[in-house]
């Protein structure tokens, strides 16, 4: 039974860490076959928070139960080398395991991941109470620092020393940190940033951050929506508010294109359309303050670059709002890179003038009629 956390709690933490993995790991399609992510020290991967085969028992132990035998393991447990042939073999297995039982084994993998918090907090409360507390009371801190297990493995000594309020060293950046007074997501992220993977990967842990924060403020903003106005509202509140008015600070056009309605948007052609759903699906919730007819030109602009890489899938996207920039991966290894102010612009002041007919403008922007001069 949980010290720190009630029965809902959990379960509610259960529901918001399936949408992070789904954005951090891999979606429904990616974890439903082996990959291999070529970072880091890992082997092949599979399921919701990609369960590495080389380094987790429970994986191995799991497949074992489900018809893989101890060749698999050992091809799975390596670090790459595996052909298309033998790979497409492992995967039909891996397909034949029933959905139930996968979810079954991934809230398995969840709860152990909650009882290492759990412990967390425990060892935090002996030194920070205040500490303590707020990771209890902040589920995207908590789910921040359930991320940051799943991905290093364990709360080190030096991470607890840290989460405590203590002064870290980092020999990757030679640099001394520490938490703020109110610990937050963002001082987890900053302990990221000077570890050997957040200095080798900067693009990979920022889309780690920004996609549990995405989550999380997207869940406070339709809270905030649907609460009557004689209600008090949630304590969360201000950070949707924040969030919300940050994005209007980066996109100041929003704030004219507020009141305006939604453009008619023009068809993506046929051989972009697929493509375009997959963008669109990764993307139609993130830049929220951008006009639609803006954030129709972006998704076509990202679109026509995956489609001119030979892209058949789009894994991941994730926004850079501090550069400006959208990043992200196409057939696991082929990357995506957008400037935002470049690829929101109508047509004719894009990458491909050609297509013009793809592309919208928003009222802001588009020609005004020459007024009649009286002669």
């Known amino acids: 039974m949980s010290k720190h956390f009630t029965e809902a709690q959990q379960d509610k933490l259960w529901e918001d860490y399936k949408q992070v993995m789904s954005l951090n790991e891999a979606n429904p399609q990616q974890a439903a076959r082996f990959s291999y992510a070529q970072k880091a020290n890992s082997t092949y991967s599979f399921g919701m928070a990609q ?77 920070n109470p205040v500490h303590a507390s707020t990771i209890r009371q902040d589920n995207m801190l908590a789910m921040a620092l359930i991320d940051y297990k799943n991905q290093y493995g364990s709360f080190g000594p030096g991470f607890t020393a840290y989460v405590s309020g203590e002064s870290y060293h980092s020999s990757t950046t030679g640099k001394t940190i520490s938490a703020s007074d109110t610990l937050d997501i963002d001082d987890i992220k900053h302990f990221r940033d000077h570890t050997k993977y957040g200095v080798k990967h900067r693009d990979d842990s920022d889309r780690r951050i920004h996609n549990i924060k995405q989550v999380f403020n997207a869940q406070d903003l339709i809270h905030a929506e649907n609460t009557p106005p004689h209600q008090e509202k949630p304590h969360s509140e201000p950070a949707a508010k924040q969030a919300s008015a940050t994005s209007l ?32 699906d990764l993307m139609h919730k993130d830049l929220p303050t951008l006009h639609p007819a803006e954030k129709h030109n972006l998704m076509i602009n990202i679109t026509q670059q995956a489609h001119d890489m030979g892209a058949k899938k789009v894994d991941y996207l994730f926004t850079n709002q501090e550069k400006g920039l959208i990043h992200g991966q196409c057939d696991e290894f082929k990357d995506i890179q957008i400037k935002i102010a470049d690829a929101v612009k109508p047509p004719m002041t894009n990458n491909h003038p050609d297509q013009a007919h793809m592309h919208a403008q928003p009222p802001s922007l588009q020609q005004q009629p020459t007024p009649h001069r009286s002669l």
């Open 51 to 127: 369960y590495d085969v080389g380094a987790h028992a429970d994986a191995r132990k799991f497949l074992k139960t489900h018809d893989f035998t101890d060749h698999d393991i050992k091809a799975l447990s390596q670090h790459g080398g595996l052909d298309k042939h033998q790979l497409s073999a492992l995967n039909h297995k891996l397909s034949q395991i029933p959905q139930a039982e996968m979810e079954t084994f991934s809230r398995q993998q969840f709860d152990k991941q909650m009882h290492s918090l759990e412990q967390l907090i425990g060892n935090v409360d002996k030194k």
């Open 249 to 280: 600070q980066r996109h100041p056009t929003a704030l004219a294109h507020a009141s305006e309605k939604t453009p008619h948007l023009p068809p993506v052609p046929e051989g972009l359309q697929h493509l375009y759903q997959q963008v669109h």
